[in-house]
């Protein structure tokens, strides 16, 4: 069963940059596609970004240049990195499978609540 | 980017009641519609793909419809475990986008 976990620090402070791991147990990132997705404070939903099989990635153009996302293949896990973080950053993030070939997230980690908070 | 408005932002509905949830995108999507649930404290949970398509494990009460801008979520009879939000997702173009959210409550 493909299983992610996040996990990183729940408090930033502002201008920081915010890091985020996704472990992935039950399937390699070698194949498809994995994201990150966060949900704001009252339901809204915002696509950040993803990294492919091969290690391209394609990001929102809303994050401009502050947001990358890597892997490392021998530990099976993603990573989220997002620069110059501000409050309008307080979110839970999620990390998902993208399963290409439908346009749509079929397996979601549990999420985590971070807070940009001086 | 494509706008996904999401209807109606809450409704409450009575066990065994049909719900039926909308969302429109700004443009045809052609059928690159997936819809979610979200129980609270809950990570997402994919029930629709393509528009239409029921994903594996998800009750068969569940259907989703539609074409072009015009999508829709339907609930054939409407369970206590059936409470929480789902929001609808295009795939279409970059940058995916999302839905508001529809709050479901039992009445």
């Known amino acids: 069963e493909v299983q992610l976990q996040e996990s990183g620090p729940g408090l930033v402070k502002p201008s920081q940059s915010l890091s985020l791991t996704c472990s992935v147990t039950?399937?390699?990132?070698?194949?498809?596609?994995w994201g990150w997705i966060r949900k704001f404070p009252g339901n809204k939903m915002e696509w950040m970004g993803y990294i492919s099989y091969s290690g391209s990635t394609s990001y929102n153009p809303s994050l401009k240049s502050r947001i990358s996302i890597t892997r490392d293949t021998s530990k099976n896990q993603f990573f989220l990195q997002l620069n110059s973080v501000t409050t309008e950053d307080t979110a839970t993030y999620y990390c998902a499978r993208y399963y290409y070939s439908g346009d749509y997230f079929d397996y979601w980690g549990q999420g985590v609540m971070v807070t940009v908070s001086s | 980017d494509i706008q996904m408005t999401q209807s109606p932002a809450s409704l409450s509905a009575s066990l065994g009641e049909t719900v039926t949830i909308q969302c429109r995108a700004s443009?045809?999507?052609?059928?690159?519609l997936a819809w979610y649930q979200q129980k609270p404290g809950k990570s997402p949970q994919l029930l629709i793909y393509g528009a239409s398509s029921l994903q594996d494990g998800v009750p068969s009460r569940f259907s989703g419809s539609g074409s072009g801008t015009q999508y829709s979520l339907k609930i054939s009879s409407m369970q206590t475990e059936d409470e929480g939000v789902y929001f609808c997702?295009?795939?279409?173009?970059?940058?995916?986008?999302f839905g508001s959210g529809t709050k479901l409550e039992i009445k």
């Open positions: 997702q295009q795939g279409l173009k970059y940058p995916f986008t």
């Open positions: 039950g399937y390699s990132i070698t194949s498809n596609y």
């Open positions: 443009e045809d999507i052609y059928s690159g």
